[in-house]
């Protein structure tokens, strides 16, 4: 039996978020509706109604400031400069606040109309993302979601979700329990070890935190999202943003290639001291970082080059048509 269960009627997701007047109003005045925008959107108004929100109960249960590096001092963005996670930040805080500005007449007029008590101000907002960032869950991340694909079905297709009670697990690298979505859209929580086993988390003394695993998560996503790192985080590794080098043309098959092979400019390069074995570049990495490196600034590199295709994501080297992926890891 789980050790917690939670009704589908208590998970928030887009689609519950949707049903709000304001919310759908908000949204009107934004290009980007992401599941993340649509709840950040709710927890800022239903915590704005305060006593009157259905849902205060749970408002009341979250943290009234955030920890993520949205939130970071002065002192800690200046230390961060010229890095990944600096530029995610500021980029971040960009975007909120454009959205902001095009949705807060909106919340201006919803205030004043409905006499709310709580600010419904750019800082609010900055610290409803937060509690996005840092509390929902995929639901596609559960335990069982590669046997059970319809999972999200119970949620009109939301992925996104923030689980009351469930949010209130911390994390560990070495979990007592799991959760898993049930076929009625319920969040449910169960022991890793049987509760009825000799070691079970119901029968040790002295008690011990019920913990899940929140993912393998490199350090960079760790302090973006939560404001903190594991003590020993195997999983660690360096976002590394490859710029794409070539004239203007083959910059433009490069990213076909990109869009086809679904790649990014972004690799992740991992720490060679991990201990879990994982050191090396994965093979998607590696076709980015190939494209990336591949040049035609010099006369040797042009006449090695032959002609670019800007019909077809290929070009051709002495003759031999690099049009797949594997041809391209053998470019020298």
Partial sequence: ?????????????????????????????????????QLALFVLTERADGAASTWHW?????????TGALFFDDAALEALSGTPLRMAVDAKQRQLRAQFDAFSGVLDEWKAA????????????????????????SLQSCHDFAENKDLLAAHSGCDRALVPLLDMLNHSSDPLAHWTVGADGAVSVFANV????ENSVMTRSPAVELC???????????????????????HDSWPYFSPLSGSPPFV????MWMVELGLTP?????????????????????LSLCLAALDDTSDAFLRQIGI???????????????????????VP
């Fill in 114 to 137: 409905n006499g709310t008590p709580g600010p419904v101000d750019y800082e609010a907002y900055r610290w409803a993302t937060f509690i996005v960032l840092s509390r929902s869950i």
């Fill in 252 to 255: 433009a098959v490069k990213r």
């Fill in 194 to 197: 049987p509760t009825d086993s």
């Fill in 58 to 66: 749970y408002l009341e249960s979250l943290p009234t400031s955030g």
């Fill in 266 to 286: 972004r690799v992740m390069l991992s720490d060679p001291g991990a201990s879990n074995g994982s050191y090396g570049i994965p093979r998607p990495d590696m």
């Fill in 1 to 37: 039996s789980p050790l917690v269960y939670v009704p589908a009627s208590l998970i928030i997701t887009a689609a519950v978020s949707r049903q709000s007047e304001v919310v759908r109003a908000c949204l009107s005045c934004v290009d980007e509706t992401s599941e993340a925008l």
């Fill in 308 to 330: 670019i295709s800007l019909v077809h994501p290929c070009f051709m080297i002495d003759g031999l048509l690099v049009d797949d992926d594997d041809k391209l890891l053998q």
């Fill in 212 to 234: 899940f695993s929140y993912g393998d998560k490199p350090n960079t996503e760790w302090l973006y999202e939560y404001g903190f790192v594991p003590e020993r985080n195997e």
